[in-house]
């Protein structure tokens, strides 16, 4: 990169990094052409334009194009001879106010080597976002406020003035150029570039001055370019405050009026004769009422008299095998929901865990509640707590280790939009049947984690919602079925993520287990990786 030499007087260069933003990068730069207080050549802007697909650049004459932006910035003051001369530098999302470069200008002539703005939402487009959401954002600023204040050293500065809010981000930051290079430059990151400088800044003891004198107003669009940063935070609280419901906001005379089509319930069964009445009788009680038009009960060949006890409460019992035979034998929960498919008649079916030994109608009516109430709703996963119960213990939230270790992990790491759902694993859904035929299915455990992602995938965020059906309680599982379990959902999650560019494409083995207490050799268990195909893929003859 090469320009004309800098200007003498030249004091402070602005970076703003911009990919495709040619909506907002004119005010953008509008407000730093309008700067007050500060002498012509005494500040240069440095717009990057970082792969723009749009007219970005031709209106205007994200982690790396921020970095080349103030490395830049560096030399240039550098070169001018002014070490301490500032690199401040905002979003093209954002405005900055009249005086935003000369109070820092002046706060790094008393000293200042680190300077983070007060960054305030947009009130038109904050005012699009879910009240719940702007209050939460307050709270956790409170909360970050008072864990930077107490860890501030006491200086000449009150805590208050150092401290005067949370922020240090790329929507109006500014360091020294002497400092800047003391810190090595700006962290490469695809984002959150900011906070990794922040942790360069308090690695080396560079206090950042957090001033309120300092303002700037930044977009709360919720369809940001980058995968990490604040438009994706606000998309998640949105979505988190807009779609997640309670069991108890919903009635079944409610619902009654709601519904305009045919519902079906189905249960996947193994092993579970001392659960699954109670669970039918709750759902007859809703079918009598009209909600519910057909209880399903799918048995695995169960040898404890699942089918016999079921079929006596009420329901069709089906065994698994018989459905799409043409298939082989069925090879787990998953190829179980996928073959009930091919015989449910409902529009919308709702899918129940057997074995839960506190089932209750509200479960049904809850996860049916957002589907009759808001059309564009097509998938709802089911919430709750999970308590552990360990002999006569019962712990509180303890429950679904394998959700809290694995797949919560694995969401919030590679597909953060759905890291909002309590509970990615809970095998309580309700969707339209017309997107469930539509996906594919994992034939073993990875089916939840798979329906999850391929839904948002195929029908978008935000016509998926949850729902919280409050407590509940079902069978645990050894630490060894828990590993073949976890590894089941990781390698349907990392099935996706290769789809998506994300993640190499998983070559699945046997799973080597330690060997058991006992033994010397360590088990290789095969665990059940099959994918069914989109039930709508087939043959109508075979498909239902």
Known sequence: ???????????????????????????????????????????????????????????????????????????????????????????????????????????????????????????????????????????????????????????????????GHHQFSGASLAVTARTYREVGGLPISEALEDEALERALEDRGIQILRTGRVHVTTSARTDGRASRGLARDLALADWRARRSFRAAQFTTEQLLESKTGSISVVLPAREVATTIGEIVDSVMALRELGLVDEILVIDAASQDGTAMVAAAHGASVLQEDDLLSEFGPARGKGDAMWRALSVAHGEIVVFLDADTGDFSPSF???????????????????????????????????????????????????????????????????????????????????????NLIDAAHVAGIDALAQVDLGTRQNRHQSLRDLSAMSYAVMVAAAARLHDAGLASAPTPGPLALPPAPGETAIELRRVNVLERPPLDSLPVRMAG
């Open 1 to 163: 990169m090469s320009a004309m030499p800098p200007d003498p007087g030249l004091r402070a260069v602005v970076v703003v990094p911009a990919r495709d933003e040619q909506e907002r990068i004119g005010p953008c730069l509008l407000a730093l052409a309008e700067q007050r207080y500060v002498k012509p050549g005494a500040f240069e802007v440095v717009l990057v334009l970082d792969h723009c697909s749009d007219a970005t650049g031709a209106r205007a004459l994200r982690a790396a194009s921020r970095r080349l932006g103030m490395d830049f910035a560096c030399e240039r003051l550098l070169a001018a001879g002014r070490p301490d001369g500032l690199i401040a530098t905002t979003d093209a999302d954002s405005r900055v106010a009249p005086d935003w470069l000369a109070v820092q200008l002046l706060l790094a002539s008393e000293g200042a080597m680190a300077i983070g703005g007060r960054i305030e939402l947009d009130p038109h487009e904050a005012a699009k976002l879910h009240p719940a959401v702007i209050e939460a954002r307050g709270a956790q600023a409170q909360e970050r406020l008072a864990r930077i204040r107490s860890k501030t050293p006491l200086h000449d500065v009150p805590r208050e003035e150092q401290c």
């Open 364 to 450: 049904v009516v809850g996860l049916l509640g957002p589907l009759l109430s808001h059309p564009e709703i097509r998938f709802v996963k089911g919430a709750f707590l999970r308590p552990l119960q360990i002999g006569g213990s019962v712990l509180p939230g303890q429950g679904g280790r394998v959700t809290e270790l694995v797949a919560r992990p694995l969401l919030n790491l590679y597909a953060p939009h759905l890291a909002g759902f309590d509970q990615p694993l809970a095998g309580e859904l309700a969707a339209r049947a017309g997107l469930l035929r539509s996906l594919c299915f994992p034939a073993g455990y990875g089916v939840e984690i798979a």
